[in-house]
């Protein structure tokens, strides 16, 4: 699994990296966000399904 960020759709709102900040930091100034580590282990997947799913414009994706 592995996760796409679409930067044109991300408006940085950051529930993405308030449920998962290992995985995802939002740029206050640029209001977008960086996947920090785009495969995350087994253990992970779960917690980061949920974190991408919460994203409220759709910006975050899994692949895989």
Known sequence: MR???DLK???GLGMCESM??????VDEDE???TVL???PPDADR???YAAVQACPVLA???EG
Do not use: M
């Open 3 to 5: 996760i796409v960020a």
């Open 9 to 11: 759709r991300c408006e």
């Open 20 to 25: 998962a900040n290992d995985y995802f930091e």
């Open 31 to 33: 209001e977008l966000v």
């Open 37 to 39: 580590l785009d495969s």
């Open 46 to 48: 779960a917690h980061v």
């Open 60 to 62: 975050l994706s899994l």
